[in-house]
């Protein structure tokens, strides 16, 4: 008796070390990591003033991070979605408009490019940089840079990613989704994610 629950232990605990994918820390993607894009500086911008064109105005975001507007002056753009904007706008407009609406549309997001890249570094067989796309996911971001070397300690990969004002790291198990298939950690990748492979230690 004592010697079958001895093995039933052990059958326990090895087959809950077989898989390294069961994770309790898992990434979720919110609406605003995939879409909420902060204005930076040299982004190209249309503001729109409801029935009032005159107003209304094509201009670039300068690198002190403001804009020029008509009536209110410099406005900090930098840092603020076009939500915020069109808000602080809008309270600007609000002395000389009666209820003044506002629109911003970024037309040229040169600085979003940078800021939403995804990258990997470390034991991969060429460490790159790549512009977000919706749905990208590690494999797809591993395989675009050429796989992991022969050195590369694939299980012990992390992802960072700033969440708030803080970083988190989740891991990732990435021997497991190479070759096992097995794809718990095969996370869908939000902008700015950073993903990288440790080399084994000899």
Same mark, same amino acid.
């Given at each position: 008796m004592k010697n079958w629950l001895f093995l039933s232990f052990l059958v326990l605990l090895f087959s809950g070390c077989a898989s390294n994918s069961a994770v309790s820390k898992?990434?979720? *993607?919110?609406?605003?990591? $995939?879409?909420?894009?902060?204005?930076?500086?040299?982004?190209?911008?249309?503001?729109?003033?409801?029935?009032?064109? $005159?107003?209304?105005?094509?201009?670039?975001?300068?690198?002190?991070?403001?804009?020029?507007?008509?009536?209110?002056?410099?406005?900090?753009?930098?840092?603020?979605?076009?939500? $915020?904007?069109?808000?602080?706008?809008?309270?600007?407009?609000?002395?000389?408009?009666?209820?003044?609406?506002?629109?911003?549309?970024? *037309?040229?997001?040169?600085?979003?490019?940078?800021?939403?890249?995804?990258?990997?570094?470390?034991?991969?067989?060429?460490?790159?940089?790549?512009?977000?796309?919706?749905?990208?996911?590690?494999?797809?971001?591993?395989?675009e840079a050429g796989g992991l070397t022969e050195f590369a300690s694939g299980n012990k990969s992390k992802l960072f990613r700033r969440v708030g004002d803080k970083m988190e790291v989740y891991p990732i198990y990435l021997d497991d989704i190479l070759q096992k298939g097995q794809l718990e950690t095969n996370y869908i990748l939000a902008p700015s994610d950073v993903v990288t492979v440790p080399e084994r230690s000899f």
């Open positions: 898992i990434p979720t *993607l919110t609406t605003a990591t $995939e879409s909420e894009y902060t204005i930076g500086v040299g982004d190209q911008l249309a503001v729109q003033v409801w029935k009032s064109p $005159e107003l209304s105005l094509n201009v670039p975001v300068r690198p002190d991070g403001k804009i020029s507007v008509p009536l209110i002056g410099d406005v900090v753009a930098a840092g603020h979605t076009t939500k $915020e904007l069109s808000a602080n706008l809008a309270q600007g407009f609000s002395e000389y408009v009666r209820n003044a609406q506002v629109t911003v549309i970024v *037309l040229n997001p040169s600085s979003g490019e940078y800021l939403r890249r995804v990258r990997v570094t470390g034991a991969v067989a060429k460490p790159l940089s790549l512009p977000h796309q919706q749905g990208i996911t590690v494999l797809d971001l591993v395989l």
